[in-house]
């Protein structure tokens, strides 16, 4: 079936740590995008992927690290520069252009810093 | 400022009872405003999607509407189950020149007790 996979499911990392958070999709969209969700708040955008090669920061890129070396694969790395780690990681695809613009998510990731 | 607001913030019903959910939207341009559902501790699922010229959309026991001049959505769920209880997420796609953009409410968080 065509989805998301993200894994691992649940992350724990000790203060200091750099974690990679994974997400492969293939739905063939063009367009990736990581999200990050708290509490009380709405999913903000941490980064986001147009095409292979190309990544763009999103509203609280600092702290995350990204790479698009390939369409179905788009991995997060949190690094030690992030402050407030814990959270709900979620990842999603799309149509870059055309269509509805449908958001399709993962099943998300939680990370808890230990 | 793009922004999306969700009214309320929580609601408890009974099984078998109706309620409302409100989304207030303030997007420009507008491409298309989804509702969708997120199970605790899951990814999201698109509900439904309601573009420009349409007023009202059901899927199932979930209705949408929508009132472009007054820039607000509705999300009605009728009869509703022990698994309804979930949050309910209004999105709004604003699309510029040809590429999207997501703008998120912070969402509706819904127990159905029996």
């Given at each position: 079936d065509g989805g998301i996979t993200q894994s691992p499911k649940y992350l724990f990392r000790k203060e200091g740590q750099n974690v990679t958070l994974s997400c492969e999709q293939n739905?063939?969209?063009d367009a990736m995008y990581w999200y990050r969700q708290d509490p009380g708040q709405g999913l903000r955008l941490i980064y986001y992927s147009q095409i292979v090669n190309d990544f763009q920061k999103g509203d609280i890129a600092e702290g995350y690290s990204v790479s698009r070396e390939k369409k179905e694969s788009f991995p997060l790395t949190v690094t030690s520069?992030?402050?407030?780690?814990t959270a709900f990681y979620l990842c999603a695809s799309s149509?870059?252009?055309?269509?509805?613009?449908e958001l399709f998510f993962g099943e998300g990731s939680r990370l808890t810093v230990l | 400022k793009n922004q999306v607001e969700q009214s309320p913030q929580s609601l408890i019903i009974l099984e078998g009872k109706n309620c409302t959910l409100q989304c207030n939207y303030t997007v420009s341009p507008f491409s298309n405003l989804r509702w969708y559902k997120q199970d605790t501790g899951r990814g999201p699922v698109s509900l439904t999607i309601m573009t420009f010229s349409e007023n009202t959309k059901s899927n199932g026991r979930y209705t949408a509407t929508l009132d472009a001049d007054t820039k607000q959505s509705s999300l009605h769920i009728t009869a509703?189950?022990?698994?309804?209880?979930a949050s309910y997420i209004c999105v709004v796609t604003n699309s510029t020149s040809g590429t999207y953009k997501y703008i998120f409410g912070t969402g509706t968080r819904l127990k159905v007790l029996a």
């Amino acid at each position: 079936d065509g989805g998301i996979t993200q894994s691992p499911k649940y992350l724990f990392r000790k203060e200091g740590q750099n974690v990679t958070l994974s997400c492969e999709q293939n739905l063939n969209h063009d367009a990736m995008y990581w999200y990050r969700q708290d509490p009380g708040q709405g999913l903000r955008l941490i980064y986001y992927s147009q095409i292979v090669n190309d990544f763009q920061k999103g509203d609280i890129a600092e702290g995350y690290s990204v790479s698009r070396e390939k369409k179905e694969s788009f991995p997060l790395t949190v690094t030690s520069a992030q402050k407030n780690p814990t959270a709900f990681y979620l990842c999603a695809s799309s149509r870059a252009t055309g269509g509805t613009g449908e958001l399709f998510f993962g099943e998300g990731s939680r990370l808890t810093v230990l | 400022k793009n922004q999306v607001e969700q009214s309320p913030q929580s609601l408890i019903i009974l099984e078998g009872k109706n309620c409302t959910l409100q989304c207030n939207y303030t997007v420009s341009p507008f491409s298309n405003l989804r509702w969708y559902k997120q199970d605790t501790g899951r990814g999201p699922v698109s509900l439904t999607i309601m573009t420009f010229s349409e007023n009202t959309k059901s899927n199932g026991r979930y209705t949408a509407t929508l009132d472009a001049d007054t820039k607000q959505s509705s999300l009605h769920i009728t009869a509703s189950q022990l698994s309804d209880s979930a949050s309910y997420i209004c999105v709004v796609t604003n699309s510029t020149s040809g590429t999207y953009k997501y703008i998120f409410g912070t969402g509706t968080r819904l127990k159905v007790l029996a």
